[in-house]
């Protein structure tokens, strides 16, 4: 009889195509669920961060306004003591973000400022180029400074709220500057400014009548996509800073503006509207609103075209809105949906206007 084989046990077999495809799939299932999860993460830890800055930043205001009775000047401006012809050279002044220095323990970047010259002076250099890092928020696009060029400035994430009237370049004169016959000939007519931060002008508490708690003191203003780091005017500031503006290409072309603010923002223009990367903002601002005659009297509120200009508006790379730091020294996220009236109400200190906590 014959004996039959020796059995080895079942015999083993691998897996078909299907089999790995749908072992694949569910991985693959699997890991576009949890993407989200880590990107949002990852975001929430970005505006956690952002927010302890701008707290550290409204910690340090209100530090300063313990020691000398009232927040820092929002900036230097040209005096027309300094500066009779108002030609310009005085612009370069310095803004709040150096006075709050000592505050912020930033004493060695605050002892490298030499404030008897301008912020744009190259015995600032070593100033200009301090890199704070409570002044950069993580979701912010990196700005790096080129290697030993003189008149750049470092990288800053946030702004002071200078509130909605254009108070950094134009000025209120009708006659030539300075005009005695208009507002503030002493500063070359330049307009105080209707926020808590604004030329050679500081406000006290007492001065923050719409209330504390109403009233953005810094913002989040985050750099564009595009944006390039070319020169002393492109990004202005970290500890120093002035408050010109250029009306130079960033974007390409010599036909190209780039007019903006720089250290502060406004609360007239829309939260995170786009950058006027073609000029057609500001074409229309200069030869609409201004009828081809230059810049209207405080154009920022008298010309709606205003609305959208990004350069001058408070922007955020945290989506759907940004983080403000208010006078009450708290920070609170605006939406992007904000209605404009209560917007621009919160940028304003002595306004007189009504603001429902659930408008904004």
């Known amino acids: 009889m014959t004996t039959p084989p020796c059995q080895t046990g079942s015999q ?8 790995l495809l749908v072992v694949i799939a569910i991985i693959a299932v ?28 409204a910690l340090a205001s209100h530090n300063y306004e313990s020691a000398q009775g009232c927040f820092p000047m929002g900036n230097r401006y040209m005096s027309t003591k300094d500066d009779p012809a108002c030609s310009g050279s005085a612009w370069n002044g310095w803004s709040a973000f150096a006075y709050i220095m000592p505050f912020l323990e930033g004493g060695s970047q605050f002892s490298a400022i030499n404030f008897s010259g301008s912020s744009s002076s190259i015995r600032n250099t070593t100033a200009m ?3 704070i890092s409570g002044f950069l928020c993580p979701s912010d696009l990196d700005s790096p400074l080129p290697p030993d060029t003189f008149g750049y400035a470092s990288q800053c994430s946030y702004a002071m709220s200078r ?16 005009d005695p016959a208009a507002e503030n000939p002493q500063n070359c007519n330049a ?22 708690s109403n009233t953005t003191l810094f ?4 750099r564009a996509d595009g944006d390039v780091a070319s020169g002393y005017h492109v990004w202005g500031h970290v500890s120093v800073t002035n408050f010109t503006s250029n009306y130079g290409s960033k974007w390409g072309s010599a036909s190209t503006p780039d007019y903006r603010p720089r250290g502060g923002k406004f609360t007239y223009p829309r939260l995170n509207s786009p950058w006027d990367k073609t000029g057609a903002v500001i074409a229309s601002i200069w030869g609409v609103c201004g009828s081809g005659a230059g810049i209207p009297t405080d154009w920022l509120q008298n010309c709606p075209q205003s609305l959208t200009l990004g350069q001058w508006a408070f922007t955020s790379k945290h989506p759907g809105g940004a983080n403000f730091a208010f006078a009450d020294g708290s920070v609170k996220f605006l939406k992007n949906s904000v209605g404009d009236a209560p917007y621009q109400a919160l940028g304003t200190r002595a306004g007189g206007e009504v603001i429902s906590s659930d408008s904004y």
């Open 12 to 19: 083993r077999r691998g897996f078909t195509l299907i089999e």
């Open 30 to 57: 699997l890991i576009a669920l949890l993407l989200p999860a880590v990107q949002s993460a990852r975001e929430a830890a970005r505006r956690a961060q952002c927010v302890n800055n701008l707290k550290q930043i």
């Open 129 to 131: 180029r301090a890199k």
């Open 163 to 178: 509130g909605t009237q254009e108070n950094v370049y134009t000025n209120w004169a009708v006659a030539s500057l300075p």
């Open 191 to 212: 307009a105080l400014g209707n926020g808590m931060f604004g030329a050679d002008n500081v406000v006290k508490v007492s001065g923050v009548t719409d209330g504390t």
């Open 219 to 222: 913002g989040e203003a985050s």
